[in-house]
Structures are given as structure tokens and as C-alpha cells.
């Protein structure tokens, strides 16, 4: 039985196992897996992986590796995705709109039950196969819908704002798509996912690459210089 804590750093590389597995048990049909391909499918080394499940109590069997099946299971016990997690969406501009309409959701764990806004214009259409309310009956429906997870997706300066009314509702858990910080109280957790910041990260490794292609092209052709 596990008795030790997970560390942050390893809750974060979970999804990325349980995508590769999932990714490995509908293409491939195998049965097990080692270490050393779950890394490379994961990205991390094999070391980094055998110290993560650990942590969920498998250890695999030397010469053959771990059960997919069941660590897809230990994996998604750990997450909390065996249960229904009902989410509320603020904000249902375009990126709105998407999450809205997103259905790998669902397929998670994860029920977006209630859409809202403020604006008139947006307030009382469908999206997603549900209607939008108005922002003011949120606390209500947190309520009335067992609302665990809030999800804001509003212009950045409406943000703080919107995580308030969540955390007055009784929301602890929030995931903020907004373009800026908002300060909660210690006992609320917030994930924050800025594409912009995920853009520029990927800017750079694309200059890196670049850059590396650049050289290797340059020496290549001193080289070719060289020998005539």
C-alpha cells in the first residue's frame, strides 16, 4: 500500500504516461511495456519513470516491464478520472467557445455542465449543446450542480474577478486560460495555461533547431570548400 506522497513533478508527468499508454494500447495491442519505451514515448528517461510509478506502488517485473492495463487503472485512479467531475466555463469568447465544444473532455472525467458570460450579446445562445447564463447566477448553480472545477477563459482583466466568484462559491479547484495572475486563498488550487507563454517556448526551441540546422549546413559547406 502506498503511504509516501507524490511529488508535484511527478502528478504533472501522469497525463503524459497515461496518453502514451492509452496512444500504445490502441495502436500496438501490447500488453506490457517497459521502462525504457514508456520513456521514450514520454519523453523522460527510464530512471525518471521507474521513480514516478513507483510512487504508485508498481515496480514492473524485471525481463518483462509493467501490466498496460493495469497501470493505465493505477493511473487514472490517482488522477481521480474513474469519477465525474463537473466543470462551470466563464468566459465564452472563441477559446470559450472551443472548450465548450471540446469533447476530449468528457472522455477524461471531465463534464462541462454550465457556460456564462456577461455579455447580452452571448447570454441566452447555445454553445456546446448548452445555453449560456449570465454570470450572476453562478453561485447558484455551483450549488445546485456539485460544481468542483471553475474554468476561466475572459479577457485578463476580468479574471480576478471571475476567480473570486468561483472561490465564493465554493469552488477549490481552477483552471485559468486568462492572460493573467489571479490571487486566491490558500486552500483553492489554480492551474494556470497561458498559450501565448507556451508559443514563445516553442520559439525558441524552433530557433534552436533552426539555428542548429544553420551550422551543421555552414560547416558543411567550409568542408566542401576544404576538399576542393
Not at 507524490?6 to 492509452?22: D, K, W
Not at 523522460?44 to 498496460?68: C, E, I, P, W
Not at 463537473?86 to 465544444?101: D, E, H, M, Q, T
Not at 462559491?169 to 486560460?177: D, E, M, T, Y
Amino acid at each position: 500500500m502506498r503511504n509516501r506522497p507524490i511529488p508535484e513533478a511527478t502528478v504533472a508527468r501522469l497525463p503524459i504516461y497515461l496518453r502514451s499508454l492509452l496512444d500504445m494500447a490502441e495502436t500496438t495491442g501490447e500488453l506490457t511495456v517497459s521502462s525504457e519505451e514508456l520513456a521514450r514515448r514520454a519523453g523522460v528517461n527510464a530512471a525518471k519513470v521507474r521513480k514516478d510509478l513507483s510512487y504508485l506502488g508498481s515496480y514492473g517485473t524485471r525481463g518483462v516491464g509493467y501490466d498496460v492495463e493495469y497501470l493505465l487503472y493505477q493511473i487514472t485512479r490517482e488522477l481521480g478520472l474513474t469519477q465525474d467531475w463537473p466543470a462551470a466555463l466563464v468566459g465564452i469568447g472563441n477559446l470559450g467557445r472551443a472548450l465548450a465544444s471540446y469533447k476530449g473532455f468528457s472522455e477524461r472525467g471531465f463534464r462541462i455542465s454550465a457556460l456564462f458570460d456577461v455579455s447580452d450579446d452571448v447570454v441566452g445562445t447555445e454553445t456546446g449543446g448548452l445555453t449560456v447564463r449570465h454570470l450572476d447566477e453562478l453561485k447558484e448553480v455551483v450549488a445546485e450542480d456539485n460544481i468542483c472545477i471553475g474554468i476561466i477563459s475572459t479577457p485578463p482583466n476580468s479574471a480576478q474577478e471571475v476567480a473570486e466568484r468561483f472561490v465564493d462559491a465554493g469552488v477549490k479547484s481552477i483552471l485559468n486560460f486568462a492572460p493573467s495572475v489571479v490571487n486566491v486563498p490558500p486552500d483553492v488550487n489554480v492551474r494556470k495555461v497561458d498559450l501565448s507563454i507556451e508559443l514563445q517556448i516553442l520559439s525558441f526551441y524552433q530557433q534552436r533547431t533552426q539555428a542548429i540546422a544553420t551550422a551543421r549546413e555552414a560547416n558543411r559547406r567550409l568542408g566542401a570548400q576544404g576538399q576542393g
